[in-house]
């Protein structure tokens, strides 16, 4: 009786369940994470890197043949040896993906239909069904204010199922009364993803991006040097836009404020500071060549996802 009650009272608008995220596998298979993207895709943008794909294992040294590329040519070996070598190479069978998705209390806000929680995880869910259907290994880092979940890139269905659990759990934990002593700092998280992404690994990173300093971006150049970097920036339209006549209460779980927009300089100060941390992650894009992918509260992820990555139309 109590499960049914709490799936009558559930708004996926609000919070999402693994069966939701897993539902979303179905339904996103037009997608792809691969280096050929639709010509519309974002991943195709003037400032976008273009993913690099698998990459290469050396298999052997072999001496030089008749139609060989005279690129791969050893020249090292081939002055030791006197004879012209080259190195041969196989492409690595798959690559490893790292999603990291933020479930903080700063993504829990939505003034429109989603919070940005939920655009987070369903938009990482997504992308983490895709990773494996095209046969890449696919691993997380979850993070909330009081834990950090870590998944290891394989390629099983076991290890998609498990981290879209650690998603909705880290999800369910989101509540107006949540309260943490000491939490988590988003630069944290950036050196696990350096620990586990050594190299040529595909990290997503869906956030708000809460707490970015002159360290982040330091963490997110070793991160985009060797690896295919994508951020996610998830935002809400009343971040960029707020009303002249507003007037609510606002917390953090603990301490409590009221934000009156009608005074401009407050209305100028809270547009000055969420404008400059995009205008950060944009300065650091274009330095760094890594795409920053906008995602709003407005619509349903898949939807935004499908026309970011180049695809009109509807799965749904």
């Given amino acids: 009786m109590a499960e049914n009650a709490r799936q009558k009272d559930h708004d996926p608008r609000v919070h999402v369940d693994a069966t939701q995220l897993r539902r979303l596998g179905a339904q996103s298979r037009a997608l792809s994470l691969l280096p050929r993207q639709p010509a519309q895709s974002v991943l195709n ?16 040294l072999r001496n030089y043949l008749p139609g060989d590329d005279v690129r791969s040519i050893d020249w090292k070996v081939t002055a030791r040896t006197g004879e012209p070598h080259v190195r041969v190479y196989t492409e690595e ?11 903080r209390m700063s993504m829990f806000f939505g003034s429109q239909v989603y919070m940005k929680s939920v655009i987070a995880a ?3 869910a997504i992308a983490a069904h895709r990773v494996l259907a095209q046969s890449d290994r696919v691993g ?5 204010d009081d834990a950090i979940a870590e998944h290891l890139p394989q390629r099983r269905q076991a290890t998609l199922h498990r981290l879209l659990g650690s998603i909705a759990k880290a999800n369910a934990l989101l509540h107006a009364g949540h309260q943490t002593a000491v939490p988590i700092a988003l630069n944290d998280v950036l050196r696990a993803a350096v620990r586990i992404a050594k190299t040529n690994t595909l990290v997503g ?3 708000d991006f809460d707490g970015l300093d002159s360290q982040s971006e330091k963490l997110l150049q070793r991160l985009a040097q060797a690896n ?3 951020l996610f920036h998830v935002a809400d339209p009343a971040a960029s836009a707020l009303p002249g006549n507003l007037r609510m209460a ?11 927009t009608s005074h401009a300089g407050t209305r100028a100060r809270v547009d000055a500071a969420l404008r400059g941390r995009l205008d950060n992650l944009y300065d650091w ?3 760094y060549g890594f795409p920053l992918v906008p995602l709003t509260t407005q619509l349903p992820a898949l939807d935004q996802l499908m026309r970011l990555f180049g695809h009109t139309g509807r799965t749904r």
Avoid: C, M, T, Y
């Fill in 250 to 260: 606002i917390s953090d779980g603990d301490v409590q404020a009221d934000l009156d």
């Fill in 122 to 124: 369903e938009a990482a």
């Fill in 45 to 60: 943008g003037r400032h976008a890197s273009r993913l690099r794909g698998r990459g290469l294992n050396f298999e052997e």
């Fill in 285 to 287: 894009s274009r330095k």
């Fill in 205 to 207: 990173i869906f956030s």
């Fill in 228 to 230: 295919d970097l994508i």
């Fill in 140 to 144: 997380g880092i979850v993070f909330g």
């Fill in 93 to 103: 069978r798959d690559r490893p993906a790292l999603l990291l998705v933020d479930q």
